[in-house]
């Protein structure tokens, strides 16, 4: 028997369009080796946008859009990239997000990435956006309110057994009693941040003919407060972007 015959997942195949959804691996180590603050740390979140820069441009995979929070990122493909192997595309993305990563925040110790595909066919495209956009919201209330028990003297176990189970409307309490007001916290930790790319047109020289000339580039768009995606407003931003 050929050895590739033994390779029976390779054959998957997925089609347009679809999500890649990446997830740090372990990065609460990452998190202490690196003395990130907390509840967010603002230059491990610029260093997840730089990587989202790159796997837009630079890595050859070629997704529309990038969407990220906490140690979460998002990429929406209306093209096949490998094929559509999804063993390739998995594998790919997450060591590129891994790898540029690394060397934006200069780690010694290797970082991890697991991978998943989600088919994103018709409006479900806008369904994941506002399920991932809920979770990090859910997110930031919860490494709020964490942070907050354990800088009083709780255990990060004992704090994350107090929040299990307790409603949103309590844990906006907690911290309001601690003189945070979570709505008004930066929209980077309440709604993650979206980057997509454009089509632009920048101005060059040719040294050729010593005339100023134009030419078409593919620029990152980084909104500075990522629209929220549940409002009329938010949705018809995406469907823009997807061409639906």
């Not at 603002?42 to 997704?63: I, N, Q, V």
Request: proline letters at 5%; one cysteine or more; hydrophobic letters at 40%.
């Amino acid at each position: 028997m050929d050895i590739n015959d033994r390779e029976i997942f390779s054959r998957l195949a997925i089609f347009p369009p679809f999500f890649v959804r990446l997830d740090g691996r372990a990065f609460h180590r990452l998190a202490r080796a690196l003395e990130l603050t907390r509840p967010f740390d603002p230059r491990f979140h610029a260093a997840m946008r730089s990587a989202c820069r790159y796997l837009l441009t630079g890595s050859g995979l070629t997704p529309l859009f990038a969407y990220t929070f906490s140690d979460e990122i998002s990429l929406y493909f209306s093209t096949l990239p490998f094929s559509g192997r999804v063993e390739k595309i998995d594998s790919v993305t997450a060591a590129s997000a891994a790898s540029a990563l690394t060397i934006e925040l200069g780690c010694r110790e290797p970082l991890a990435f697991d991978a998943r595909v989600i088919p994103a066919a018709g409006e479900f495209a806008v369904e994941y956006l506002v399920s991932r956009q809920n979770e990090a919201w859910r997110n930031h209330i919860n490494a709020y309110c964490q942070s907050a028990l354990v800088d009083e003297g709780m255990s990060p176990r004992d704090a994350a057994a107090a929040l299990r189970g307790m409603r949103s409307e309590a844990m906006h309490e907690i911290m309001f009693e601690r003189g945070v007001n979570l709505a008004a916290t930066p929209a980077w930790q309440r709604r993650g941040t979206l980057l997509y790319r454009e089509e632009c047109i920048k101005e060059g020289y040719n040294p050729l003919t010593g005339e100023r000339v134009e030419a078409t580039r593919t620029c990152i768009r980084e909104p500075e407060e990522t629209p929220l995606f549940s409002t009329v407003e938010g949705t018809a931003f995406i469907r823009s972007l997807i061409g639906a």
